[in-house]
């Protein structure tokens, strides 16, 4: 597990930003294409299909290969939707996560322990 110090994340955040707008974005697309993706996984035993799925399965292409690229980062996605972020650090000795989402400030300002979750947010 690689860790963080609260400046190492604060400066990757300006590379993880658009990565987790765009995350955001494939995925209300895969919501708009869900109901249709479900009749042809249905149907698939017929042979049937949908339109758009070819750019159904790109966009989940791109999501897996999205979501990649920021774990390799060492960085953990927490909630695609509200593209909340995670990033290990140690706190007194201990592993803690730094915690950061879309709509914050540009720079990582909370931190919770790992089992406490967003609702244990605590400032740094």
Request: proline share 2%.
């Amino acid at each position: 597990m690689k860790l963080f110090t609260v400046e190492e994340a604060n400066e990757i955040l300006p590379m993880i930003r658009p990565k987790l707008k765009a995350i955001q974005s494939y995925y209300r697309h895969i919501g708009d294409l869900r109901e249709q993706a479900r009749a042809a996984a249905s149907a698939s035993e017929f042979g049937g299909g949908m339109r758009g799925g070819t750019s159904y399965v790109k966009t989940l292409y791109e999501i897996g290969k999205l979501t990649t690229e920021i774990h390799e980062l060492g960085v953990q996605l927490k909630d695609y939707s509200r593209g909340l972020i995670d990033f290990p650090s140690l706190r007194g000795g201990r592993v803690v996560l730094l915690c950061w989402q879309l709509g914050e400030e540009d720079q990582i300002e909370w931190w919770h322990d790992e089992d406490a979750g967003f609702a244990g947010r605590q400032k740094l």
